[in-house]
């Protein structure tokens, strides 16, 4: 099946630095990926959908020059927290639609901790 | 209104117990409809997936959208304590449209 594989799984940084999380798309190509945000024991909120080759797309409220994204190739989206503060403790999660298959395909998260 | 709505729970069954899950929605723009299962702290992993109404079996799921209603479920049958997780359903308006999640119902399955 499709595998989308998400790293680091778990980052603490300094206030003020930031951040990039990496998902790469393994055995497919994923012109679309979609960045979320889930804070403990609330649901998934969508804050951007990263489009190969083109500028990704911010859901309302989503800070686009904190939260980089780049979307390079078919097989990578990068996601970076930049100047990053406590209330940007969160876990981040991507995922990505495999072509003609069902569903979309999420990773494993990445936990961020901002002290 | 929230566009999906899903009971949060907390809800504890038996092992062996039939389980019923269920979410609403207003946007009758849906067409696809996922469930996810989600343990702490991974990410969600896809159950089910449905396109428009009816039904989808699955070894021991079964999923149910009655568009009319604007209402889906998930059944799990013979459940397991690793059935234990999170529940989430989400649903788009098809092809790489953003997915709208429900807010999740936690399950625990007692041995």
């Known amino acids: 099946?499709?595998?989308?594989?998400?790293?680091?799984?778990?980052?603490?940084?300094?206030?003020?630095?930031?951040?990039?999380?990496?998902?790469?798309?393994?055995?497919?190509?994923a012109t679309t990926m979609f960045w979320y945000r889930q804070f403990p024991k609330q649901s998934l909120m969508l804050m951007a959908t990263s489009n190969e080759g083109s500028k990704a797309t911010y859901e309302q409220g989503v800070e686009k020059d904190k939260f980089l994204i780049n979307h390079a190739s078919l097989t990578l989206s990068t996601l970076t927290?930049?100047?990053?503060?406590?209330?940007?403790?969160?876990?981040y999660i991507c995922s990505a639609r495999a072509g003609d298959r069902d569903g979309y395909t999420f990773g494993s998260g990445t936990r961020l901790t901002v002290v | 209104q929230k566009e999906v709505e899903q009971d949060p729970g907390p809800l504890s069954v038996p092992e062996g117990a039939i389980v019923s899950l269920n979410c609403t929605y207003s946007n009758s723009a849906f067409q696809y409809f996922m469930w996810y299962r989600q343990y702490s702290r991974k990410?969600?992993?896809?159950?089910m997936y449905t396109y428009s109404s009816g039904n989808k079996e699955d070894g021991r799921f079964t999923a149910q959208v009655d568009k009319s209603s604007k209402y889906i479920s998930l059944f799990i049958r013979d459940s397991q304590p690793s059935d234990s997780a999170t529940y989430l359903c989400a649903m788009s308006q098809g092809g790489n449209y953003k997915l709208t999640f429900g807010k999740g119902t936690l399950l625990t399955v007692n041995p």
């Not at chain 1, 595998?3 to 055995?27: A, M, N, Y």
């Not at chain 1, 927290?81 to 876990?91: G, I, K, L, N």
Request: hydrophobic share 35%; charged share 20%.
């Open chain 2, 43 to 47: 990410g969600p992993e896809l159950l």
């Open chain 1, 81 to 91: 927290v930049t100047s990053a503060h406590p209330e940007d403790s969160s876990f």
């Open chain 1, 1 to 29: 099946g499709a595998v989308v594989s998400q790293h680091p799984s778990w980052v603490i940084c300094k206030s003020g630095t930031s951040v990039k999380i990496e998902c790469r798309s393994l055995d497919f190509q």
